[in-house]
């Protein structure tokens, strides 16, 4: 659709007449958003729940839906061909507003001619050419750039077309064999209820239930909305499990509409504000692609004409980078020397999180800062996460009390199987204490995209500084180390504009100079108000594009509090959300293509003929004054080459994808792999799991083997799937040190259902091994038929249920399930599968030391896989 | 029903409450109560147990094993009940008439308050309570319980837990207007088809003269660990003292009968 956030906002949800909740348990994760669904099912909204557990969330819902943790395609899939095979889509708006009519290259082979691949793939080296995905008649990718295949993922919000435009050859009628909806007809043809019902685990009535409650509440009348979170991105497939979703939103006509949408729930305060103004090595602000040293073209107007589309508001990326280097650089980005486009670093390949700890672990990386996370509780393989860490020269760990990440070197489970040795480790490790929100002014960017801005109350006490107060004196004294430098390579640094004014004895920078640095300037040096003010030509400067206006006036827009009683339902006025205080994205799509609403009951954005502009509750996500009846000219560019009655502005072609032609790495429709560790084979297609994913080999690595298909999977017969739980935060660190919440649960537990426990002679209240071939782990048991065994392909699969809050330190204390699961990882945007892998249980408390190690040992020699763990053969 | 103003009430609406527990951390942190043990209960999700000294909050999760409704694909064959339970702030609170200190008095607000500096720790309370509410600590035997959050409610401020409550599950006002809005929303439950919704302690009637803090369940009582017939222990008190009166008496008699009839 466009942009790399929720489409909708949580008080929106009030609206909906169905809302399915689908790889989130909201009511647990986010209890206070979740008091919008309790809104509309008091209104009298069908709330539906989709989850391998029934949780908190279930209790409340009208419908839980048991489902086999990473079969989520199928039954999404199998909506999606219920709406196709019924004649259920909103067909007005499906013509109108999804690219539904384009005609796909004549080149271009579906999963169903392949068995499970699409054209393009090159199995050396594992990745697609995606020319054949594109749009018939349309210029392809130069192939320079398919060297950044991993790379692109996160940037322009996650998959739209740099390049593109509208498609040169339509078909209005739909009928065009080659026609993006008789393509998607072709391709969910064999995502039937029978499939659900063997792959899922799900009874067909239970679907059906789902699937027409979909139908019933979407069209002119009707929204529904579904909500997510890692419960779906954390796959090897993850990215198009909400792109299956998406599809499903655009054929009902529910996006951009009030009630409608698809919300992202993010689980910490700032997710959002951290791909924003991004802790990801490969997109810069504003979800500007970062350079790449092997994309050929060095240079900023190289760097323009692959970033910027012939239609849409990416038609203005120079603008926007040109602002965002103005911005860093200051003065010293001019014309002449290209705004100072070579000071930005390149990447060189995939950098992300999970590539730097196996290059870590391997020697290659000498120091690592650590802030906001503890990846050695909260990543996947945490076995892996340690070993690396232990090879640093050094190590930052900023957090509030001593994670453990920074205590690996003394207290990892490692140290007592022996595996590591504390006299060995050679890691230089600093502690420094941070302080927290209420010690430090700044802004969160939450869940859907709203800037709100706190306050400090309190001083930090001692050696806590913000992160603020960090990193600009940190940069500072660099710079002072460097002053003298006459280097080319220390220019960028030395150039760089670092002068936010600092107040009080510890010369704290104000925070608000930051924003107004985000929001951006004009010529004279005044705060801008919106995007649309910034230039190409270095006369305006702006930190990150789509922040723009969340200062203007030069007031502070984030911290605006005015309560939502004195506001309509809409709230325009609390905070601020990103893009121009759009609450709704694409609203534009809640007007019929002549501007009028699709129904009174669902009014919020429309033309009004009188003023000739949009109006309505919110923002127009539109220009505001373009008619429903504009034609662009020969020659437009940007959002004037789009049509009046294009509501998705960052595409080029202003049409929402249902077929992607371009961004996506694994494929342009979703298609049903399993995870890469499952008990089962895939039932629908040859190809086992996503071929497209990322499966480091790596000494600490190992891989359980694949499916059932090969007997000796038996070693680890059942799936296990991670979550949180209300009571405790991510990976601890903030929730087991704090005795009001570790009192409420004390103790890592996995949950069983009463026949797995039977089975394997588990006891309520007991205790538990949990084994994979990384490693084993204990928790106490709690048997409970939210967790229910499933009948899937003719046999019954087990789950087990895993929190993943614990590790060794704080008050209460226990082993980390992260510790069980391989780096295996979506390839579009490199998160890590933790929702399903597969494991053994066993009765009793685990082996200390090194008998720990021995038992892992032996369950890998029974499964087959000594002497080379990390080897995986075949078509897996 | 006094000169300061309407008596005050929680009305906790269980078929919102989602578990999260808000209730019981808020309360803790704003009234400063004890951690109360790190104890795996292995009693679903609840790990606090019961109503205490050191718990003045409490939710009850329950989980029960039910039959899949046939034919319209609903339902996993599981529900989980969770209800935010606390201090009953009773009409007729026996807690109040054994405290033979005055630590427990009867606010302006129509809520029963332990002041923890008149308690002397004599623990007559506790067997008073016919919801097992009141509690010693262990280290000076003094009582404590839900104050109601009686210095935020002479703020003009709503109780920690129910300003914490994201659903509304627990909800605070004047009790008349809260069993009013309660009666409404049993009847729309029933209506929508939740035949087994019902209130507890919203009957002046009853045996505690109705509740100050009332609940909408979605089963029997029991099932949430809250009695089915709460009685004020008080009640029988003044039967009591009068049935000994007259035992004393008779006695009296008897024996001043015998003497009497000794003199012969």
């Not at chain 1, 466009?2 to 929106?12: C, L, V």
């Not at chain 1, 750039?145 to 692109?152: L, W």
């Not at chain 1, 049509?643 to 249902?658: C, H, N, S, Y």
Request: proline fraction near 7%; aromatic fraction near 10%.
């Amino acid at each position: 659709m466009g942009r790399g956030g929720a489409t909708t906002f949580q008080q929106d949800l009030r609206n909906s007449d169905c809302i399915v909740i689908m790889g989130s348990n909201m009511a647990e994760c986010h209890p206070v958003g979740f008091q919008w669904v309790m809104e509309a099912k008091q209104r009298g909204a069908k709330v539906i729940h989709i989850d391998p557990r029934f949780t908190r969330t279930s209790a409340v819902a009208d419908v839980h839906v048991p489902v086999r943790a990473g079969s989520d395609i199928v039954f999404l899939g199998a909506v999606v061909n219920h709406i196709l095979a019924n004649g259920r889509e909103f067909r007005e708006y499906v013509e109108a507003y999804t690219n539904a009519s384009a005609i796909i290259d004549p080149g271009f082979r579906d999963t169903e001619d392949l068995d499970g691949l699409f054209s393009g793939w090159d199995p050396d080296r594992r990745i697609y050419d995606t020319a054949t995905w594109q749009y018939e008649g349309l210029d392809v990718l130069p192939a320079a750039a398919h060297a950044e295949g991993a790379a692109v993922g996160e940037a322009h919000g996650q998959g739209s077309s740099l390049h593109g435009g509208r498609p040169p050859s339509v078909d209005p009628t739909l009928q065009h064999p080659r026609c993006v909806f008789q393509l998607l007809r072709r391709h969910f043809a064999r995502y039937t209820p029978e499939r659900v019902e063997e792959v899922c685990g799900v009874p067909r009535d239970m679907f059906l239930e789902v699937a027409e409650a979909l139908c019933a509440n979407s069209g002119r009348e009707r929204t529904s909305a579904f909500c997510y979170a890692v419960g779906w991105t954390q796959h090897s497939v993850g990215v198009q499990y909400i792109r299956t979703a998406a599809i499903i939103q655009l054929l009902l006509g529910n996006v951009g509409r009030p009630g409608g949408g698809i919300l992202a729930l993010r689980g910490h305060a700032s997710i959002q504000g951290s791909t924003d103004i991004p802790t990801l090595y490969n997109i810069l602000p504003g979800y500007l692609s970062m350079p790449h040293a092997g994309g050929g073209v060095q240079t900023l107007s190289g760097y323009v004409e692959r970033t910027s589309a012939p239609g849409g508001f990416w038609g203005h990326s120079d603008s926007y980078i040109v602002s965002l280097l103005k911005a860093w650089w200051g003065p010293a980005a001019t014309a002449e020397n290209d705004f100072c486009f070579d000071y930005l670093p390149r990447i060189t390949g995939d950098h992300s999180t999970y590539q730097t700890a196996l290059d870590m672990a391997d020697g290659k990386v000498p120091g690592f800062f650590v802030i906001g996370e503890n990846p050695a509780v909260g990543s996947a393989n945490g076995k892996l996460h340690r070993q690396a860490l232990a090879k640093l020269d050094w190590l930052v760990v900023r957090d509030f009390c001593e994670i453990e990440t920074a205590s690996f070197w003394y207290d990892a489970p490692e140290i007592e199987t022996g595996e590591l040795r504390t006299q060995e480790i050679a890691t230089e490790v600093f502690f420094l204490p941070a302080a927290t929100h209420t010690e430090k002014d700044g802004s969160f960017t939450n869940t859907q995209r709203l800037l709100q801005w706190h306050h400090a109350a309190v001083v930090p006490e001692g050696d806590c500084r913000s992160d603020l107060w960090f990193y600009f004196h940190l940069g500072r004294v660099i710079r002072d180390k460097l002053a003298a430098s006459p280097l080319e390579r220390d220019r960028p640094v030395l150039d760089l504009t670092w002068d936010y004014p600092t107040s009080g004895p510890r010369a704290e920078p104000d925070a608000e100079a930051v924003l107004r640095e985000i929001n951006g300037w004009g010529p004279d040096g005044a705060a801008l108000s919106s995007y649309t003010e910034l230039r190409a030509d270095g006369s305006t400067a702006c930190g990150c594009w789509i922040y723009c206006g969340c200062f203007a006036q030069e007031n502070n827009q984030t911290a605006r509090r005015r309560p939502g009683q004195d506001q309509h339902w809409v709230a325009p006025e609390w905070g601020w959300a990103w893009p121009a205080n759009r609450r709704i994205l694409y609203n534009r799509a809640s007007a019929d293509p002549q501007g009028r609403p699709w129904s009174e009951r669902k009014r919020y954005v429309w033309w009004d003929g009188d003023q000739g502009r949009w109006s309505g509750f919110d923002v127009p996500d539109f220009k505001v004054d373009m008619a429903p009846d504009y034609v662009p000219p020969d020659g437009a560019t940007a959002e004037d080459a789009l049509r009046g009655d294009e509501p998705f502005v960052m595409q080029a072609d202003g049409r929402g994808w249902l077929f992607v032609p371009n961004g996506l790495v694994d494929g342009p429709l979703p298609v049903h792999y399993e995870p890469h560790e499952s008990p089962c084979a895939n039932p629908l297609y040859a190809q086992q799991a996503n071929p497209a994913r990322q499966r480091p080999r790596h000494r600490h690595n190992p891989f359980n083997p694949a499916s059932e298909g090969r007997g000796e999977a038996r070693a680890f017969p059942y799936v296990m799937t991670t979550y949180r739980l209300t009571e405790h935060h991510t990976a601890g660190g903030m929730s087991r040190t704090v005795a009001y919440l570790s009192e409420l649960q004390p103790e890592m537990f996995c949950e069983v259902s009463p026949e797995l426990a039977a089975e394997r002679q588990l006891v309520h209240g007991g205790w538990a091994t949990i084994v994979s071939t990384r490693t084993a782990i204990e928790a106490r048991v709690m048997v409970t038929r939210r967790v229910a065994p499933l009948r899937v392909g003719g046999r019954i699969v087990h789950q087990v249920g895993l929190p993943y809050h614990w590790g060794q330190r704080g008050l209460s204390t226990g082993d980390s399930a992260n510790d069980l699961f391989p780096v295996a990882l979506d390839p579009n945007v490199h998160i890590q599968e933790v929702k399903a892998a597969t494991c053994d249980i066993r009765p009793g408390r685990r082996p200390r030391g090194p008998a720990l190690v021995a038992l892992v040992e032996d369950y890998r020699r029974r499964a087959g896989q000594a002497p080379d763990p990390g080897a995986d053969g075949g078509r897996a | 029903m006094n000169e300061h103003g309407p008596r005050v009430g929680f009305f906790t609406d269980t078929s919102v409450c989602i578990g999260c527990k808000a209730c019981e951390v808020a309360c803790k942190e704003w009234n400063g109560v004890p951690e109360d043990g790190l104890d795996f209960r292995a009693t679903s999700y609840d790990n606090t147990g019961m109503l205490g000294a050191n718990s003045w909050r409490h939710v009850a999760f329950v989980e029960q094993a039910r039959p899949v409704p046939s034919g319209d694909g609903g339902g996993s064959g599981v529900r989980w009940l969770m209800s935010s339970d606390v201090c009953k702030h009773c009409t007729r609170a026996a807690c109040l008439d054994v405290c033979p200190t005055g630590a427990l008095f009867r606010s302006e607000f129509g809520t029963v308050v332990v002041q923890a500096d008149v308690c002397n720790g004599c623990g007559y309370c506790v067997p008073a309570c016919p919801f097992g509410v009141i509690d010693q600590r262990k280290d000076d035997g003094r009582a404590w319980k839900c104050t109601f959050c009686y210095d935020r409610l002479g703020a003009g401020l709503e109780p920690a837990c129910a300003q914490a409550c994201p659903t509304d599950s627990i909800q605070f006002g004047p009790l008349d207007e809260l069993r009013a809005r309660a009666a409404r929303r049993v009847s729309r439950l029933q209506e929508q088809g939740t035949a087994e919704a019902r209130l507890y302690g919203h009957d002046q009637g009853d045996g505690v003269g109705g509740a100050g803090a009332f609940f909408l369940l979605l089963d029997d009582p029991e099932v949430y660990g809250l009695p089915p017939d709460p009685v004020v222990t008080t009640r029988d008190l003044a039967g009591m003292w009068r049935a000994a009166a007259a035992a004393a008496l008779s006695l009296a008699a008897g024996v001043a009968a015998v003497f009497a009839g000794s003199r012969r």
